[in-house]
T-cell receptor, first 112, second 115 residues
Framework: TQLLEQSPQFLSIQEGENLTVYCNSS?????LQWYRQEPGEGPVLLVT?????EVKKLKRLTFQFGDARKDSSLHITAAQPGDTGLYLC????????????FGQGTTLQVKP | EPEVTQTPSHQVTQMGQEVILRCVPI?????FYWYRQILGQKVEFLVS????????KSEIFDDQFSVERPDGSNFTLKIRSTKLEDSAMYFC?????????????FGNGTRLTVT
């Protein structure tokens, strides 16, 4: 069974600080996706990383896929209150149906 | 931008009753999914659907659950006899392809409360 462990589960920081969220597995994933979910809404895709070692940037967000494609990280530089939300990592399962396996999520609070 | 729409946004039902959760996926998408999220827990895969049949289902998706795409537009999830533990947010998602780098688009969910 493929599992994703996401950490930390909760993070409360001050505006301007940097943070990193980790997503780890003992399994290899063909790709990994990061989502953001607002209360009362569905997850919204931020980025997909496909190649081992790949780094993608989305403004102040940097996403990295591990060389072995078993782990990923999300780094936010100079966090802002607007970054507050739930961040989810999700690996594409090995079954070729497009099924996603989600981590537990990281609830981020950025205080002004 | 096209989006996945789900109705109702909130459904309250009594234990043992049948419920049907409805979804309208993005029109040119071919892969359809249901996920659920129990309060405080991770998003869990229920079922994937392609070419008018289930392509994969999880252990959660037992005989009480069924899916249907009755008219080429709607994609429904039916729970035949609801249990208290079925209370959760249910998300529908669709994708253009079932490949690893094809993004899924999620609806805003239906909050199911079983009393």
């Amino acid at each position: 069974t493929q599992l994703l462990e996401q950490s930390p589960q909760f993070l409360s920081i001050q505006e301007g600080e940097n943070l990193t969220v980790y997503c780890n597995s003992s399994s290899v994933f063909s790709s990994l996706q990061w989502y953001r979910q607002e209360p009362g809404e569905g997850p919204v895709l931020l980025v997909t990383v496909v190649t081992g070692g790949e780094v993608k940037k989305l403004k102040r967000l940097t996403f990295q896929f591990g060389d072995a494609r078993k782990d990923s990280s999300l780094h936010i530089t100079a966090a802002q209150p607007g970054d507050t939300g739930l961040y989810l990592c999700a690996g594409v399962g090995s079954s070729n149906t497009g099924k996603l396996i989600f981590g537990q999520g990281t609830t981020l609070q950025v205080k002004p | 931008e096209p989006e996945v729409t789900q109705t109702p946004s909130h459904q309250v039902t009594q234990m043992g009753q049948e419920v049907i959760l409805r979804c309208v996926p993005i029109s040119n998408h071919l892969y359809f999914y249901w996920y659920r999220q129990i309060l405080g827990q991770k998003v869990e895969f229920l079922v994937s659907f392609y070419n008018n049949e289930i392509s994969e289902k999880s252990e959660i998706f037992d005989d009480q659950f069924s899916v249907e795409r009755p008219d080429g537009s709607n994609f429904t999830l039916k729970i035949r006899s609801t249990k208290l533990e079925d209370s959760a947010m249910y998300f529908c998602a669709s994708g253009k392809e079932g490949q690893s780098n094809s993004p899924l688009h999620f609806g805003n969910g239906t909050r199911l409360t079983v009393t």
